[in-house]
Structures are given as structure tokens and as C-alpha cells.
């Protein structure tokens, strides 16, 4: 089971740092992403953890966002920083078990609205 | 950056079978995931690697993947397949996750 939390109403230009809470299974032994859905939209990935460490970032997130995890609380997290009225979406965070494994878990998701 | 196509809605009446494509060039050398998202509701895990039915998924629930389309297909539609569905690939060379635009099924 995954449980996000963190988002909230932010003016533009703000920061906000989300969690993604693991039970059942280790953070750090999985493939771990954050997908994000704006109102009305379809999906798209954010970011992504390796169980190895290495990180990955959409276009849209690379030099703003940035993954991690903290293994001894089995927590993913996603800091975003320079926050704008685009990143107004709810956020997802999904474990896949091996790379290219499919998205078998996902949590049901926190808010992020930016707006002043 | 490598980019999935899918039509924005399909309808089919109760029972029938839908099929959903999933247009991509050359994603036949990709593995496909498929997702299921309800109203209000966390995406859904539906088909993976192309045509595997994670435990849970019935087996009206197939997969197809070849050349540049991808095709989920739902037979013997129910009401409860009304959903939208979305494509997923993994880009090896970017290590970048790519979503398909999102089909909207009706059960008319």
C-alpha cells in the first residue's frame, strides 16, 4: 500500500515537499515513480527512483523536482520547488517491481494547487 | 521525445468487445503497460508487458503488441469497464516513462 501526502494550495513560485508512505513491501528494493494528473487530464511521469539510487526526470520536472527516499522510514518523497499554475495536479506515487515492470501499485494521490 | 496515440474515446455496446490501439513508432520492440483509471479513483494496473493479466484482472482483459500499435481489447463489455484507459512504455534510452494521451470507454 502506498499513502501520499504533502500537497496543498501554493502561491506561484512556492515550494512543497511530498511523501509517499510504503507498507507491505521496501521503498529502496523497488522501482519507485510520481505521476501527476492535471485537472481533467491524462497521466504523466514525473520522476523516478531506482532501487539502485539513480534518478530520473520528466523535462517538465528536471532542475525543479527533485526524488528521494528515506529507508529507514520506507518514504519516497518529491520536493518541488519553483512551484507554477502547470504543476496544479494531483500527484501519484506508483511502485513498479522490476524496471519495465508495469506500475502494480499505486497510491490514491494528494493535490497540489498552485494559485494565488 | 518518443510519443503514444490514442484515439479519445471509444463506445461499445454491453457485451460486445472493445479494443483500444495504442500507436507509437516502432513500440512493437517496446513492452506496453495498460492501465485502467475510474472517476476519482488511483490508475489501475491492467495488462502488463504487452499481454500479461496481473493477478486480480479478468481474463476478458488481453493484450496485443506488434509493428507501431498496441491493442487492449476488453470482451463481453460491462458497465464496469466504463473507464479511461492509458498506454505506458518505458524508454530505455532516456529512461523516461511515457503515458498515451488516454482513451475514454462508454458502455453505451
Known amino acids: 500500500q502506498l499513502v501520499e501526502s504533502g500537497g496543498g494550495l501554493i502561491q506561484p513560485g512556492g515550494s512543497l515537499r511530498l511523501s509517499c508512505a510504503a507498507s507491505?513491501?521496501?521503498?529502496?528494493?523497488?522501482?519507485m515513480s510520481w505521476v501527476r494528473q492535471a485537472p481533467g487530464k491524462g497521466l504523466a511521469w514525473v520522476a523516478v527512483m531506482y532501487s539502485g539510487g539513480s534518478t530520473y526526470y520528466a523535462d517538465s520536472a528536471k532542475g525543479r523536482f527533485t526524488i528521494s527516499r528515506d529507508d529507514s522510514k520506507n518514504v519516497l518523497y518529491l520536493q518541488l520547488n519553483t512551484l507554477t499554475a502547470d504543476d496544479t495536479a494531483v500527484y501519484y506515487c506508483a511502485r513498479e517491481p522490476w524496471n519495465d515492470g508495469g506500475m502494480n501499485v499505486w497510491g490514491q494521490g494528494t493535490t497540489v494547487t498552485v494559485s494565488s | 521525445s518518443y510519443v503514444l496515440t490514442q484515439p479519445p474515446s471509444v463506445s461499445v455496446p454491453p457485451g460486445k468487445t472493445a479494443r483500444i490501439t495504442c500507436g507509437g513508432n516502432d513500440i512493437g520492440r517496446k513492452s506496453v503497460h495498460w492501465y485502467r483509471q475510474k472517476p476519482g479513483q488511483a490508475p489501475m494496473l491492467v495488462i502488463s508487458?504487452?499481454?500479461a493479466r496481473p493477478s486480480g484482472i479478468p481474463e476478458r482483459f488481453s493484450g496485443s503488441n506488434s509493428g507501431n500499435t498496441a491493442t487492449l481489447t476488453v470482451s463481453r463489455v460491462e458497465a464496469g469497464d466504463e473507464a479511461d484507459y492509458f498506454c505506458q512504455v518505458w524508454d530505455n534510452d532516456s529512461h523516461h516513462y511515457v503515458f498515451g494521451t488516454g482513451t475514454t470507454v462508454t458502455v453505451l
Open positions: 508487458h504487452d499481454g
Open positions: 507491505g513491501f521496501t521503498v529502496s528494493s523497488n522501482y
